[in-house]
């Protein structure tokens, strides 16, 4: 009976040794390189390694974009304003040209009929008068006749007298003037004078 009881013994023994040996054989499994000589571990770090080497290589600034930020801020542009220092001769503008003697319009003068009519024997109109305030020797004195759309007149040059210019015996001829009334005045212009009489009526046959 004691030879009986020692076999089950010897034989679990047996068992368990075997279990133990196929154990350590699958440790073993696991831990061991694979055939290319590097393990799943380090697998698996060095995508990882490789992905925070690119980020940091992609955050850090070149040498080349530094460069350009300086060149950005310090760069300004020339200010136009602030010439060269060297001055221009300019030529003065050119004067206006001068309208009549003087450079000045002529001034308005008072011209006075002393006689007007018609005269018979002369067959013509007369008239005469004087230039208030003028002594001067280049002024023309005009007669004027107008009735409607006719129009005649007669021209002679004045006459300087002590204080005014004189206008004399001015004639326009009866052929040139139709029956009726007329409008007659003097004028007297200048270089720097010009003015005229008043209106007065004179009667043709």
Same mark, same amino acid.
Not at 19 to 39: K, N
Not at 168 to 173: A, E, H, K
């Given at each position: 009976? #004691?030879?009986?009881?020692?076999? =089950? ?5 047996? %068992?368990?040794?075997? &279990?133990?040996? *196929?154990?350590?054989? &699958? ?27 690119? $980020?940091?290589?992609?955050?850090? =600034?070149?040498? $080349?974009?530094?460069? $350009? ?8 542009? /020339? ?11 300019? +030529?003065? =503008? ?5 309208? $009549?003697? !003087? !450079? ?11 006689? #007007?009519?018609?005269?018979?024997? *002369?067959?013509?109109?007369? *008239?005469? !008068?004087? %230039?208030?305030?003028?002594?001067? +020797?280049?002024?023309? &004195? ?22 005014? @210019?004189? &206008?004399?015996?001015?004639?326009? +001829?009866?052929?040139?003037? *139709? ?12 270089? @720097?004078?010009?003015?005229?009489? /008043? ?7």
């Amino acid at each position: 009976m #004691s030879a009986r009881r020692v076999r =089950p013994a010897h034989r679990l023994a047996a %068992v368990l040794g075997a &279990c133990a040996v *196929a154990l350590t054989a &699958c440790s073993s499994d696991e831990l061991s390189p694979t055939a290319d000589g590097s393990g799943a571990a380090a697998t698996t770090s060095t995508p990882h390694s490789a992905t925070t080497s690119a $980020g940091a290589s992609a955050g850090a =600034p070149t040498a $080349g974009t530094a460069a $350009g930020g300086t060149a950005g801020v310090t760069g300004q542009a /020339p200010d136009p304003s602030a010439g060269d220092g060297v001055d221009v001769a300019t +030529d003065p =503008p050119a004067p206006a040209p001068n309208s $009549g003697s !003087g !450079g000045s319009a002529p001034r308005a003068v008072d011209v006075t009929v002393t006689y #007007s009519g018609y005269d018979a024997s *002369a067959s013509a109109v007369v *008239a005469g !008068g004087v %230039v208030l305030g003028v002594v001067e +020797d280049t002024g023309t &004195c005009s007669l004027v006749l107008t009735r409607g759309g006719q129009r005649a007149t007669a021209s002679a040059s004045a006459a300087p007298d002590v204080s005014s @210019t004189a &206008c004399g015996d001015l004639r326009v +001829d009866r052929a040139q003037l *139709a029956p009726g009334s007329w409008d007659l005045v003097l004028t007297y212009s200048s270089p @720097t004078s010009t003015g005229t009489s /008043p209106v007065q009526e004179v009667e043709i046959p």
